[in-house]
């Protein structure tokens, strides 16, 4: 015999969600499920907004990866434990929690087997994907979280939530590329391309790795708290065809946060002999490979998909040793739809935080 919605979610949420490609979010009432033997239930703090939330929104993704509605978006969560299951091992009532892209993955394939969860094939993201128990997953717009706490990270004291919250996903995002193309060498010289939520938190990072740190960015205006600020060696106008010529095959590696529809070439010449581009920004539409220019000089293009649970752990850790947090805005969440605007113009130093905690507030 088939449960009912309250049997099987019987615990209240609230939540703003997207009802159509619009985009456009408003209050949205539903239920999550009661706290299961490895479930960590934890009361919602603070949530960041990935540019991957606005793609979601928008369905930009369709091809790839359909959006469902309602979407309650929001995979930068962080909140303060409140129930535990009775079979929980890591975590108690009290305990500063995160959780990021994805709440499930199928543990038993050699990507899980390997701490790789986020190239599972069964992999379950936070918000807009078929949980296990076929219900419907939303993510961190909404007052409470429960999530299997092979999926949740612990946020250690020093970390303030609120900037701590945009590295569960923007921080592993680089973070894991930087470690595992071994652009995470002192001395080494690295490449920043687009200076938004990603692109400041790499910056963050490859510095605190020793790494010297070129931002490639169209925002001539962002140059110098970059330089001053971030600490970037220099910055390069992505536009301005003689700063690129004047750095030709300087960079060992980049990171590529760039959400639309960008020219490779220029980048590809950015790199040395042996060079690695890694992308991890998203732009809705294929991007042109100039072949010719990969092969003179033995290049590689690849790409990198957030990060598995370990390694989360240890981008947290790491981050909370260096004094390494997201320079943010913080909005209360009926801004929300204002909020979507300015990121899709980049107008945002460096990423927004929806203060969950004191403004979301269900009018039932
Ligand atoms: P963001 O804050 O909007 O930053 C993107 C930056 O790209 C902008 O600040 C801007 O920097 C630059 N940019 C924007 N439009 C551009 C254009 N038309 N041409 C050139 N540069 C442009 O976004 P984000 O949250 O960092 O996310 C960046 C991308 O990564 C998104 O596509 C997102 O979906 C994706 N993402 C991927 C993963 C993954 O696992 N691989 C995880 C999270 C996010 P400047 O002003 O400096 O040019
Ligand atoms: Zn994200
Ligand atoms: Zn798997």
């Not at 969600?17 to 490895?38: I, N, Q, Y």
């Not at 612990?154 to 592993?172: F, K, R, T, V, Y």
Request: charged fraction near 20%.
């Amino acid at each position: 015999m088939g449960e009912s919605t309250e049997q099987m979610q019987p615990k209240k949420a609230f939540g703003w969600a997207a009802r159509d490609s619009s985009g456009v979010l408003s209050p949205f009432t539903f239920s999550r499920r009661a706290t299961g033997e490895k479930d960590v239930t934890f009361k919602v703090l603070y949530c960041g907004i990935c540019h991957s939330d606005l793609h979601f929104i928008k369905n930009e993704w369709e091809k790839d990866w359909a959006s469902s509605y309602p979407l309650v978006p929001g995979h930068e969560i962080v909140g303060v434990v409140t129930e535990v299951g009775g079979k929980v091992e890591k975590f108690k009532v009290g305990d500063k929690v995160g959780v990021g892209c994805f709440v499930g993955s199928c543990h038993s394939c050699d990507n899980c087997a390997s701490n790789l969860e986020s190239y599972c094939p069964k992999l379950i993201l936070t918000y807009g994907s078929i949980y296990y128990d076929g219900t419907t997953t939303y993510g961190g717009y909404s007052d409470i979280m429960v999530t299997d706490e092979h999926f949740v990270v612990s946020i250690p004291d020093n970390l303030p939530l609120d900037c701590g919250a945009p590295l569960l996903c923007a921080g592993i995002t680089v973070y894991s590329p930087l470690r595992y193309f071994g652009l995470d060498k002192p001395g080494m010289h690295v490449g920043v391309v687009g200076l938004g939520g990603l692109g400041h938190v790499a910056v963050k990072f490859a510095k605190a790795m020793g790494v010297k740190v070129t931002v490639i960015s169209t925002s001539p205006n962002k140059k110098k708290e970059a330089i001053e600020h971030l600490g970037a060696h220099s910055f390069l106008v992505s536009r301005n065809q003689d700063e690129l010529q004047a750095a030709m095959g300087t960079l060992d590696g980049i990171i590529d946060t760039v959400s639309a529809s960008h020219p490779l070439l220029p980048l590809i010449g950015l790199l040395k002999t042996n060079g690695k581009l890694v992308l991890v920004g998203v732009p809705d539409k294929p991007l042109e490979l100039p072949v010719f220019s990969l092969l003179m000089g033995r290049k590689i293009v690849a790409g990198s998909a957030t990060g598995g649970l370990k390694e989360t752990q240890e981008m947290i850790n790491f981050a909370a040793k260096h004094n390494i947090t997201a320079d943010i805005e913080v909005i209360p969440i009926d801004y929300v739809n204002i909020a979507m605007e300015r990121l899709s113009k980049a107008d945002v130093r460096y990423r927004f935080v929806i203060d969950i905690g004191n403004t979301l507030k269900s009018s039932t």
